[in-house]
């Protein structure tokens, strides 16, 4: 006697299991500005939504509502770019960075950023609890270690142009880390905790 292994139902389709099964159940997902924020992404699908359903009574509310829509879809974008811009702008203190043809690690005010290849990381110096460097007995790979207090650690490779780097990078990351990472410590500790 044969006996079949597994199960023999087929799998359950129609609009219970699939919204998408019904066309036109679902909106499309609507594209925001690279720039903007989620929450001015929903705000403006609700506006969308409003100026549709204002556009099937005749007059100038739709009109009106999409103007609406727009213009504060232009004020998100200007504030998104406002905040890049304060970001960016340049504060006067030290700065380590490195790079090879695959990595790279940048210190600075903000934190610690890691990229390798087409991935990236970054970190407030609040969500940092050590960075450890290593430098190896042979071969020019200088690797970086960013822990942080939930016990994880995040490692990085970079490949030095010659074993000299190594004494320089150090002196780098160590004028960083006295310039930032103790300030970050300090308002971190004396923020109330939200536990």
């Known amino acids: 006697m044969e006996q079949r292994i597994g199960s023999g139902s087929q799998p359950l389709e129609g609009a219970g299991f699939d919204p998408a099964f019904i066309p036109g159940l679902t909106s499309p997902a ?3 500005p690279k720039g903007a924020k989620k929450e001015d992404a929903a705000e403006e699908a609700d506006a969308e939504e409003t100026a549709l359903d204002d556009a099937d009574e005749p ?30 702008a340049p504060v006067d203190g030290p700065v380590f960075e490195a790079a090879d043809r695959r990595a790279r690690i940048a210190v600075d005010h903000r934190g610690v950023r890691l990229t390798l290849d087409d991935q990236e990381c970054e970190f407030r110096w609040d969500e940092i609890g050590a960075i450890e460097t290593e430098s190896p007995r042979f ?33 780098q990351l160590d004028a960083v880390l006295d310039a930032y990472f103790e300030e970050g410590a300090e308002a971190a500790a004396e923020e109330p905790d939200a536990d």
Not at 64 to 88: G, M, P, R
Not at 148 to 155: L, M
């Open 30 to 32: 609507s594209v925001a």
């Open 59 to 88: 007059g100038t509310e739709a009109a009106d509502a999409i103007d609406d829509a727009d213009d504060d879809t232009e004020d998100a974008v200007d504030e998104a770019d406002e905040a890049d811009d304060v970001e960016d």
């Open 139 to 171: 071969g020019k790979r200088y690797t970086i270690t960013v822990h942080t207090p939930d016990r994880r650690w995040y490692p990085i490779e970079i490949e030095a142009t010659a074993r000299s780097s190594f004494k320089e990078w150090d002196e």
